[in-house]
């Protein structure tokens, strides 16, 4: 996949993590995946759409505590796109 499509692939999982944000476990997971594909193909969120992610994730790091936080955020940057969809959208689709 070329790094177009890549990208959005990961405005489409931060998309789909503002719709999730009642459940702050597939917020967390979601936004993590979009984090780690930015990274590797080098291209940062914008600076308004940070902000707002960024205190989404503080509520959900207020929800589920430091270390449920720190570890749902290792599990969704090390999960694949397919299988992130299916465990944190699938349900609402």
């Known amino acids: 996949m070329d790094a177009g499509a890549q990208l959005g692939v990961a405005e489409t999982l931060e998309a789909l993590a503002k719709d999730a944000e009642p ?17 590797a193909i080098g291209a940062p969120i914008e600076p308004v759409e940070l902000a707002e992610l960024e ?3 503080a509520r959900a790091r207020v929800c589920l505590g430091a270390e449920a936080y720190r570890s749902l955020w290792e599990h ?3 999960t694949p796109v397919e299988e992130a969809v299916r465990q944190d959208v699938g349900t609402r689709i």
């Open 23 to 39: 459940d702050p476990a597939a917020t967390v997971r979601l936004v993590a995946r979009a984090a780690a594909i930015r990274e």
């Open 55 to 57: 205190q989404q994730l």
């Open 76 to 78: 969704g940057r090390a």
